[in-house]
């Protein structure tokens, strides 16, 4: 395929770190190296942009929810559209279906622009109350979306509930995440990296958002528990930060396991591999999980994850062959104590996930299939201009004529 002029959209993107983020960043590298000419288009923040080999558009809408890290406003949009008539791209990439700006700009893209627009959706849903409110205005705003991807078949179901039956014809490909399974690697010497961060022993680590839906307050009741099988001198390491981060702290203190389970805050990715490198399992408490980035970087590093049997990490960690998928919490004690004490399983299961990293989730594949997407979403596509914007051009049109 020749080379493309693509926008990648999103609320989400740097200085603001998550997996989204760092996606689109490698999104953008892999396309880059193929020949395609890659811009983003994102939020304001404070970040070296020009350091980076693509690129980076910012705008502030009129309503900045800064929390959520999104960005709304007309005028905006109006300066973005200013954007797609000097560049001209060939097509739009929006990043999750809950990033207003995401969606806003794949609709304008296709009903202003005459631009095809994919989607990628990297979230679940889930099942509040507020969803069954929120799925009409959601559903109505992805209505013109050409094309969508899902990170997984837990989302792929997800997202066809989304749409409902006006959603059926709708065409979704499943792609996964990619990794740099160059930078995301395992060592060959563990005690040494374990020994160089002042640990010993078992090392249980978890990197997240410190949020109610990712369930890391579980941790310090896990380390609790273990003492029950007998299981002592385990280290359990908490990586990121959010809004859970105060009552987190305030559980370590009530389960007695200062000394065991330490919080390390948002870390930049060269200190998360290290830790990894002193790791001996990857611990994933969530239920809500699309993919599981994290998870993934564990096993490109040899690590092993025990984890809830919910949404889209049971389809990266294979049961019993790369780590112990449980079906409730239950289990997810018993499979974390089991494989404590099973050293020679642990080794076994880290080669055997760093080699289904090799084979299904390197950036090598999953960029050929993303561009497959894009090539069948140009393809495909039918000019549907909206009807307001239709209307626009013509009255413009009759006053040129009158002129």
């Not at 002042?198 to 978890?206: A, N, Q, R, S």
Request: hydrophobic share 40%.
């Amino acid at each position: 395929m020749e080379s493309l002029k693509i926008a990648l959209v999103s609320d989400w993107f740097f200085p603001s770190i998550g997996g989204i983020e760092y996606h689109i960043h490698e999104l953008a590298l892999n396309l880059t190296k193929l020949g395609h000419e890659v811009h983003i288009i994102t939020r304001f923040g404070q970040y070296s942009d020009k350091e980076l080999p693509y690129e980076v558009h910012r705008f502030k809408g009129s309503l900045n929810v800064n929390s959520f890290h999104v960005s709304i406003g007309v005028k905006m949009l109006k300066e973005i559209n200013d954007l797609y008539k000097r560049e001209r791209f060939d097509l739009t990439h929006g990043h999750s279906i809950y990033s207003p700006m995401a969606i806003g700009v794949a609709n304008l893209s296709i009903g202003i622009r005459g631009v095809p627009s994919i989607v990628t959706n990297h979230s679940l849903l889930g099942d509040s109350l507020f969803n069954l409110t929120y799925l009409f205005l959601l559903r109505a705003s992805l209505r013109k979306i050409n094309s969508f991807i899902a990170v997984s078949k837990a989302v792929e179901k997800d997202f066809r509930d989304i749409l409902g039956t006006r959603g059926e014809n709708k065409e979704i490909r499943v792609i996964p995440n990619g990794i740099d399974k160059t930078f995301w690697h395992p060592v060959e010497d563990k005690e040494e990296w374990k020994e160089k961060l002042g640990f010993e022993g078992v090392v249980v680590m978890t990197t997240s958002r410190l949020t109610k839906r990712k369930r890391i307050h579980l941790i310090p009741k896990i380390a609790h528990d273990l003492k029950k099988y007998g299981i002592k001198g385990v280290k359990f390491l908490i990586i990121g930060d959010g809004h859970e981060r105060e009552k987190i702290r305030g559980l370590i203190e009530a389960y007695g396991v200062e000394k065991d389970v330490l919080m390390l805050g948002q870390l930049p990715r060269e200190l998360i591999r290290k830790y990894l490198w002193a790791s001996d399992i990857y611990l994933s408490p969530t239920i809500y999980e699309a993919f599981g980035i994290a998870a993934l970087e564990a096993l490109a590093c040899g690590i092993p994850v025990v984890a809830n049997n919910h949404g889209g990490i049971s389809e990266i960690v294979e049961h019993g062959r790369s780590g112990l998928i449980s079906p409730n919490d239950k289990g997810l004690l018993e499979n974390l104590a089991y494989l404590i004490e099973n050293e020679g399983l642990r080794e076994e299961m880290g080669k055997y996930g760093r080699r289904r990293v090799e084979e299904n989730f390197t950036w090598d594949k999953v960029v050929k299939d993303i561009i497959n997407a894009y090539e069948d979403t140009i393809n495909r596509f039918v000019e549907e201009p909206f009807v307001l914007y239709k209307i626009h051009q013509g009255i413009k049109n009759v006053g040129i004529i009158d002129i």
